[in-house]
């Protein structure tokens, strides 16, 4: 696994006050202040936490339940350890990136990407010049997903070295993991799905153990139903079976006695 940290970190404190938040945050960076911040999403008060021009956090609330903090590029991390310390927070979204300076790396697992997105019928989109092959970023799921996967040309957009890649994993989780994610590590997030773990095993990265983020499964009418059943006779089948001989038995003299009553 390579060196991952937080690129992006939003979240939402639902049971801490603004005073407390900012309070952390003021603590967390030397010569920093509160300066007044524009609130969004329907906020109806922000602040920032800021040193000099620069904003470290942005921090929104009022109208909205909770308390929402932003931190972006190389201030995410400490804004992900105060609100880790804080506790309790749910992540709406955040960003964890990877970087390499190689040469002809893009091409390599650009290309690797995108084959293995169109195989799995993966949304694709490509930015940027891929006739000059210069300053290009491949898009692998919707922007709108729970989770997409973005490599870049980082060199190209920041006037550095152009064999600098960066790849980012950008996750969206859906409520009911919001607050799990947010005891996640960085790393933690290139498992965010069973098709991002699949693409980078693509790449050469080590096989990853998806954790979901995305769609909560709900049973069926019809598996509530077959659950309702094992609970209520689960035992009275174990029995059956040792006294048939085994499951497979059990089985055949349940299709037999469902037979007759159905037929």
């Known amino acids: 696994m ?12 639902p049971d801490h006050r603004p005073q407390a938040v ?12 509160v300066v007044p911040g524009r609130p969004k999403n329907g906020y109806e008060q922000g602040a920032n936490i800021a040193r000099g021009d620069h904003v470290l956090a942005s921090v929104w609330w009022g109208n909205n339940p909770g308390v929402h903090v932003i931190g ?16 309790g927070h749910r992540v709406t979204r955040a960003d964890s990136c990877v970087d390499w300076v190689q040469s002809g790396l893009f091409d ?24 000059r092959g210069e300053g290009r970023t491949l898009y692998l799921g919707a922007r709108s997903s729970p989770v997409q996967l973005v490599v870049y040309e980082k060199g190209y957009e920041s006037g550095g070295d152009t064999n600098w890649v960066r790849a ?9 993991h919001r607050e799990r994610v947010g005891h996640w590590c ?31 499964w709900r049973p069926s009418d019809t598996e509530r139903a077959r659950r309702a059943l094992i609970q209520q006779y689960g035992r ?11 499951w497979e038995q059990l089985g055949a003299e349940l299709r037999d006695k469902v037979t007759d009553l159905v037929s």
């Open 2 to 13: 390579m060196v991952s940290r937080w690129d992006w970190y939003q979240a939402t404190l």
């Open 22 to 33: 900012t309070g952390a945050l003021l603590r967390a960076w030397e010569l920093a202040d």
């Open 72 to 87: 972006t590029g190389e201030d995410a991390p400490t804004v992900a350890a105060v609100l880790q310390d804080l506790g």
């Open 108 to 131: 390599r697992i650009a290309y690797q990407l995108a084959d293995y997105a169109a195989t799995h019928g993966i949304t694709i989109n490509q930015q940027g010049d891929w006739v």
């Open 168 to 176: 980012e994993v950008r996750i969206r989780p859906l409520k009911a």
């Open 186 to 216: 960085p790393s933690d997030a290139w498992r965010a799905s069973r098709w991002l773990c699949g693409a980078l095993e693509v790449i050469g990265w080590d096989r990853l153990e998806p954790e979901s983020i995305g769609t909560v």
């Open 236 to 246: 009275i089948l174990a029995s059956w079976a040792d006294e048939v001989g085994s």
